[in-house]
């Protein structure tokens, strides 16, 4: 491996790295951090709280109705789903290809990956009609005959891809963070010898990473072991990282519904997924590096690839955009045609043409380099590229939806303050975990980024 | 829990005691004891129900009782069979062998069921004192009646169909010497007896056969949705509905879209206010060559109102109506004209009539399709618009010392006459009725009346006596009005006996056995039909008729009666409410109905509000765009707008409705005249309001997009070819899984959209089986109605060239297509619900486990029908006020909030079914088991049985050539056929 896939360069002892990268974890947080945690916190509550009323008075307190049985909640299942689709690539199939330029930006990645993915779980299982019965969806043996479940439903497929997703995401994060949790020990530990630790949150932090860094001691035997079981983890986590959203487009694929019914959806979920987690990472990192001074290891080149991803992703949605409108015109099918005339002109045409300018014609801004390395128009593309993303699931789910077989049926779905009370909620919880995150656990990966700059410096000592 | 805490408190305090007892603590302490024990022994409340000692041998708890009974009201009888669980009523039904309903019952009527569990009904009589009412005792409530009786009395009522009443009621007249008024909120009867009156000297509503009619001409006549005997008519009708034999042509001249109109094979549509013209423009192109053809009195009406001057009146081309004259004459003797209904109510009562009589007359249709014999009212009872107007006259004058109500409203239904302003000046107004209404509010004294179902009554009409008996107890303290005004007359007796002597009148015998069996059966024939018609028309009688010869210039409102609602006397029903107008598909609410040209200029929409003024009337009221109008005709649906309807919207649906808020008055913009109440062709100004509004719309689409959902085809082509108007997706049998064999039955519902009116009888039947719950305007408008069964309407042509010619859509073909739970064998929404709670049976049911639903709504998603109902909230449990909750059929779950439901087949039914054949060792036969929608059905459009046995009528018709399976593209495989229309265009 040449030290020019290196696409940052840091010059910095190992020491500085922990100092830079562990130091908002040390420091009593700052004002900014409260008022961002606080205001996500309320809103989370805020969702709790409306969650609970409708598990109080029932589902009716949403825009939902006879043909659009399914509304915000599961637009934003899915947008959340999507998201979570990022981190696992980047630490897992970006791994297995040896992409060096991950390893600032996977942590934080994978984390944001836990966390959409909570975010997600949520919807399911609040947007069912009796959530008290919802353990009936899973298959466990039972008295009632045993009753059980329906293998044939792709909602059943969704728990399992869904929960196998999630824990085999999470055993990697926690499975990556060992090494960086036995630094913050050993540097507590030092800490420790000195007196230094007297607080009783600092004693409990201390014994937290005690317990979690699992008696990590960072000898060579170790990181023999400990390489395998991340070649083992991420050659299990990338076809779950392509089958998640394979999965989640079979709700929609599998069904008879025309605007669902389509053999293009899993690749096409699978692009967009990778699209708008990348679009989020990319929002979360431009974020993070200005706010905790990071911008050495999270370099604009990172944010340059990144970009590309973008781009190249976004012309792969635009490309199943386009094959479905050709798919309903070739099919000579009435309904499926009516359903893609309706997604342009009829009453929801605003929501398509929201979703065109979002994920069609933003990301080509990626093609011009000097747009492509400007922080502000990444920004701004990121937070574009999600907003679109969210309104294709909009389309996808609500347009195909309100207008299907059977005129006399057809409906409009007009969302109640408590289905957007709940969409902004869930960015509240979800920034909520991630706030958490960045000030408890190392949001770039230590020990990684201390290899590289090993293998930096030998190829530098070897050139001269 | 109390009871547990005094014995605490004793307890204590006897330990206190212990320590130091002395005489006044000891007294103390026998009192608490004393006190507390005498607390705690309340006795528990009475348990009304009482099991029978000794069972009687017809009872079997659980095992439901029929009882033959009718319901008796001013519209006339419906006979029905009332079914009862463990002794309460809990579904209307019709009396299949009796001789002029056959079985029809319309949606009206199986409502009746939620009218009788009404919790607004009144408890007890009411006195009135210091504003309020208050409860009292029959004694004194009849003692007080007597005595405010005295001075001028005046009785105000509706017409009558039974004789016993009328004549307890003559009865009652005689002794307070008291004068009695009789109006028609409507119209219809009235303009039909008066009519007959001039013309032919006979004050009779003739019986009519249009089963025996091959062309029928209506001019504004709602016979299949309001006008008289719409149950009875569509029976007829659909019996004639029968493109392999004689089928029948229907032609409709309207103003308004009507069922009737939307069941036309030729609709012409005419300015509102312009149905005498076209009549008398008929009648001029009839009378060449008739007999009546030298009479001066009729040539000099007739003569102004050539093809032209109709064209131009009435919009109708000269040519459309030269030639339905020639159908006319070709049909002599086998047609029938009939008009009239609210829609044409004129200023001169029976100006239409006449007119029709005399085309019936000139095509010597009396005798033949219309006869005097057997007739479905005998007199005309019906006060003169003199006698109305010189009572709320003599009312304002403050002459009337008491108003007798009988079971009436004319508050609200002669509103615009000023009945409610007069009613305020009458010393005391006694009200006879079940509850609250506009009327009621003014009187001193309410004597609560019983429901049908537990009364005593009866009636008569064309030849056959009804008997109307109660199927329950009071539920209140309630007297039948027969009783009440029996009491009031000073009578001995019940009315019970009184029903009982006028029956052996009829019965021609006084003998037990002969009662008995009039109970059993419900009726008897006491005149054979016979071919008996009016004698010769008396040609001055149509001197008199005035109609426009000029075009009517600016909007033109015209009130009409909607299928639900009819006067809105029963309004107070949320079933009824929420039963989708058939036509316009908005629930709670009257509409203006705007034509969409009309619309179109004025850049209205639907939902829009329109203030709408009249002479003496202002009111905001939403518009639909309805097809077939004219442009600047409108329409709007009386018997909304009564204020003082109780509140049902309280407990029943979930929503904003208050007091007031269902709909708007339309009768204040009839127009009183000195000869009658003009409601057609009213000059109104409309301009749009910028307001909010949620219209309950069950339906918003006009078109069915071309997807061959309701099929029709024209019966020429029909003819050559039978497979006309269809296309057939061969896929059946691919699939994934492997098929259910289906070896024992396999139940199939067969639907022939031919005979189908779009009535939506089979919803309310449906409605009142299923335990379906009502939700409101509110939840409608978001799109969450309820039914298990629907009925689709759509506004189609043949073809895109026909569209392009009537761009004003006023001719457009009305489809109307019920739409169940199709029970696809391969059925989509089964495969995808993760906790399989919708499974397919082994005949073929689609069925669904409540209890394991946990709510995904995926199998509703999934569902191409879009029949899956979701309970978005919990529609029972608190809503339901006492006694509503015996309104529920035990057989069928009443399902909690977060659960799908959907049309089960009456699975019920073939439960209880299945098991009784069993018992007796056979199979099921097909008499024995019918869906609630096909016993709802008054057209018998609906077919059910097995499919697995050839011989029954389900699988024969499964095989005709009309019949077909909608969305077959999706190799769904449903269990329902539909049979295409068949038109039968001239």
């Known amino acids: 491996m040449s030290a020019s896939t290196s696409i940052y360069s840091l010059n910095k002892t190992n020491r500085e790295i922990e100092r830079d990268i562990l130091s908002p974890m040390e420091k009593f947080p700052g004002k900014l951090w409260w008022f961002t945690f606080i205001i996500n916190a309320g809103l989370m509550l805020m969702m709790l709280g409306l969650i609970g009323w409708t598990f109080v008075e029932g589902l009716g307190l949403l825009g939902i109705n006879t043909p659009v049985s399914w509304g915000l909640y599961i637009v934003n299942f899915v947008f959340w789903v999507g998201i979570g689709h990022a981190g696992t690539l980047i630490s897992a199939i970006l791994y297995l290809f040896r992409q060096r330029w991950r390893t600032t930006i996977n942590r934080a990645a994978e984390a944001m990956t836990i966390f959409a993915v909570m975010t997600a779980g949520l919807f399911p299982l609040i947007h069912v009609g009796r959530p008290w019965m919802v353990f009936f969806i899973f298959p466990y043996p039972n008295e009632r005959g045993p009753l059980w479940v329906n293998f044939r439903s792709p909602l059943l497929w969704d728990v399992f891809a869904i929960s196998t997703y999630f824990s085999v995401s999470l055993i990697f994060w926690y499975m990556g963070l060992v090494p960086d949790l036995a630094n913050m020990r050993d540097r507590m530990k030092f800490e420790h010898v000195q007196g230094k630790i007297s607080s009783f949150g600092k004693k409990l932090k201390y014994a937290f990473v005690r317990i979690l860094s699992i008696g990590w001691v960072g000898s060579g035997k170790t990181w023999i072991h400990y390489e395998k079981m991340v070649m083992v983890l991420a050659s299990l986590a990338t076809p779950l990282v392509l089958s998640v959203h394979t999965v989640v487009s079979f709700d929609f694929a599998t069904s008879v519904i025309p605007g669902w019914h389509a053999t293009i959806f899993p690749p096409y979920f699978v692009a967009g997924a990778i699209y708008s987690g990348f679009a989020m990472v990319m929002t979360l990192m431009i974020i993070t590096r200005k706010a905790f001074k990071l911008e050495a290891y999270i370099s604009i080149k990172h944010l340059e690839n990144m970009g590309i991803i973008i781009l190249v992703t976004g012309m792969m949605v635009s490309f199943a955009y386009t094959m479905e409108f050709v798919f309903a015109a070739y099919s000579a099918n009435a309904v499926e045609q009516y359903v893609f005339i309706n997604r342009l002109q009829g009453p929801y045409a605003w929501a398509f043409w929201t979703m065109f300018a979002c994920n069609v014609v933003s990301p080509h801004f990626m093609w011009s380099k000097k747009l492509r390395t400007n922080i502000v128009v990444l920004f701004i593309i990121s937070i574009v590229v999600n907003i679109g993303m969210w309104f294709e699931r909009f389309v996808i789910v609500i347009t195909s939806l309100h207008r299907d077989y059977i005129p006399s049926s057809w409906e409009m779905f007009i969302p109640t303050w408590v289905d957007w009370g709940v969409l902004v909620g869930s960015f509240g919880f979800f920034f909520f975990w991630f706030l958490l995150f960045v000030r408890t656990l190392p949001s770039i990966a230590i020990a990684e980024v201390k290899m590289d700059e090993g293998h930096d410096q030998l190829a530098k000592g070897m050139g001269h | ?986």
Not at chain 2, 375 to 401: P, Y
Not at chain 2, 642 to 649: C, E, G
């Open chain 2, 1 to 986: 829990m109390v009871k547990n805490k005094k014995l605490v408190t004793n307890k204590t305090i006897l330990n206190k005691l212990e320590n130091s007892i002395n005489r006044k603590k000891f007294l103390t302490a026998m009192g608490i004891t004393a006190g507390s024990a005498s607390l705690n022994c309340v006795r528990a409340p009475i348990e009304k129900i009482v099991p029978y000692v000794v069972r009687p041998p017809h009872v079997q708890p659980g095992i439901p009782t029929y009882y033959a009974s009718s319901r008796v009201q001013s519209e006339g009888i419906n006979p029905v069979l009332v079914k009862t669980r463990d002794g309460k009523p809990i579904k209307i039904e019709g009396l299949d062998d009796h001789p002029f309903s056959k079985g029809a019952v319309m949606g009206d009527t199986y409502a009746t069921i939620w009218d009788l569990y009404d919790a607004d009904r009144f408890k007890t009589p009411l006195k009135k004192g210091g504003g309020t009412y208050t409860a009292a005792k029959w004694d004194d409530a009849i003692t007080q009646a007597k005595s405010l009786l005295t001075g001028n009395v005046r009785v105000i009522s509706r017409t009558s169909y039974s004789p016993s009443e009328s004549s307890v009621l003559k009865k009652f007249l005689n002794r307070y010497n008291a004068k009695h008024i009789v109006y028609d909120p409507i119209g219809a009867q009235q303009e039909l007896a008066t009519g007959n009156e001039k013309s032919y000297g006979k004050g009779l509503i003739p019986r009519y056969a249009f089963d025996k009619a091959d062309l029928i001409v209506s001019i504004e006549a709602d016979f299949l949705g309001t006008w008289i005997r719409p149950d009875v008519f569509t029976k007829q009708f659909s019996s004639r509905r029968n493109p392999d034999k004689n089928m029948n042509r229907l032609v409709v001249a309207e103003s308004i879209m009507s069922l009737t109109g939307a069941n036309a094979d030729t609709r012409l549509a005419i300015a509102a206010g312009t149905h005498v013209t076209f009549a008398l423009g008929l009648a001029k192109e009839l009378l060449p060559g008739s007999m009546l053809s030298g009479s001066t009195d009729i040539n000099k009406v007739v003569s102004a109102y050539t093809p032209d001057v109709v064209e131009k009146v009435t919009g109708v081309p000269a040519s459309n109506l030269q030639s339905l004259a020639a159908e006319l004459k070709a049909a002599k003797g086998r047609s029938m004209v009939v008009g009239g209904g609210a829609t044409s109510r004129d200023s001169s009562v029976g100006a239409l009539q006449v007119v029709i009589n005399l085309i019936n007359d000139i095509l010597d249709n009396n005798g033949k399709t219309i006869f005097t014999s057997a007739a479905i009212k005998e007199t005309n009872d019906f006060s003169s618009q003199e006698e109305l107007m010189a009572l709320i006259a003599e009312m304002k004058a403050g002459q009337v010392d008491a108003l007798v109500v009988n079971r009436a409203n004319p508050v609200y239904d002669l509103s615009m006459a000023g009945f409610g302003d007069a009613v305020k000046k009458v010393k005391n107004v006694i009200f006879i009725g079940e509850k609250h209404n506009d009327t009621s509010i003014a009187a001193n004294l309410i004597l609560s009346s019983s429901h049908y179902l537990e009364s005593w009554s009866d009636g008569e009409t064309m030849g056959v006596y009804s008997v109307c008996q109660p199927v329950i107890r009071n539920l209140f303290d309630t007297k039948s009005p027969g009783d009440i005004l029996l009491a009031l007359a000073g009578e001995e007796g019940d009315f019970h006996s009184f029903v009982k002597q006028a029956a052996s009148k009829y019965l021609g015998s006084t003998g037990a056995k002969a009662w008995d069996k009039l109970l059993a059966d419900g009726y008897f024939v006491y005149q054979k039909e016979a071919n008996q018609g009016f004698s010769r028309i008396n040609p001055s009688s149509i001197s008199s008729v005035k109609a426009p010869s000029a075009a009517l210039k600016g909007y033109r409102l015209n009130l009409i009666t909607s299928v639900g609602i009819m006067d809105g006397v029963n309004g107070n029903n949320a079933y009824r409410q929420e039963m989708p107008d058939p036509i316009t598909k908005v629930t709670w609410d009257n509409v203006l109905m705007v034509s969409p040209v009309l619309a179109k200029e004025q850049g209205w929409k639907t939902g829009d509000i329109i203030e709408l003024k009249g002479q003496n009337a202002k009111v905001e009221v939403p518009l639909v765009i309805q097809p077939g109008l004219r442009k600047e005709s409108m329409g709007l649906a009386m018997g909304y707008g009564q204020y003082n309807m109780s509140n049902f919207s309280e407990h029943l649906v979930k929503g904003s409705l208050k007091k007031g808020e269902l709909g708007v008055n339309a009768g204040l913009f009839a127009q009183v005249a000195a000869t009658g109440y003009l409601y057609s062709g009213i000059s109104v100004t409309a301009t749009k309001v910028d307001k909010e509004y949620r219209l309950g719309e069950a339906q918003k689409e006009l078109s069915q997009h071309n997807r061959y959902l309701a099929r029709v085809a024209d019966l020429k082509d029909y003819k050559k070819d039978p497979k006309s108007g269809h296309f057939e997706h061969k896929l059946e049998g691919k699939g994934m899984y492997v098929r259910h064999p289906h070896t024992g039955n396999r139940w199939l519902l067969n639907i022939d959209l031919n005979k189908c009116t779009g009535c939506s009888g089979c919803v309310v039947s449906c409605y009142s089986e299923n335990n379906i719950p009502t939700v409101g305007r509110e939840e409608i408008w978001r799109g969450r109605e309820m039914s298990w069964i629907r009925l689709d309407r759509y506004y189609d042509y043949s073809s895109e060239k026909e569209k392009e010619k009537d761009v004003n859509m006023l001719e457009p073909n009305v489809h109307f297509q019920p739409l169940t739970c199709q029970h696809c064998e391969q059925a989509p929404c089964e495969n995808v619900c993760p906790v399989a709670a919708t499974q397919h049976s082994s005949d073929g049911l689609n069925e669904m486990a409540y209890n394991r639903c946990i709510g995904t709504r995926y199998c509703a998603n999934n569902c191409p029908y879009k029949v899956r109902r979701f309970n978005w909230f919990e529609n029972w449990g608190k809503k339901l006020k006492d006694p509503q909750q015996y309104a529920l059929n035990p057989d069928v779950t009443v399902r909690s909030r977060g659960v799908i439901e959907k049309c089960s087949f009456c699975i019920q039914r073939i439960a209880e079914k299945r098991q009784e054949a069993r018992v007796e060792n056979r199979k099921i036969s097909e008499e024995d088991l019918r869906t609630a929608c096909q016993q709802g059905c008054p057209a018998d459009a609906i077919t059910f049985g097995d499919v697995n046995d050839a011989k029954t009528k389900v699988s024969q018709l499964e095989k005709d050539a009309r019949s077909y399976k909608i969305i077959q593209e999706v190799n769904t495989m449903p269990m329902v056929t539909f049979m295409s229309k068949v038109k039968n265009k001239a």
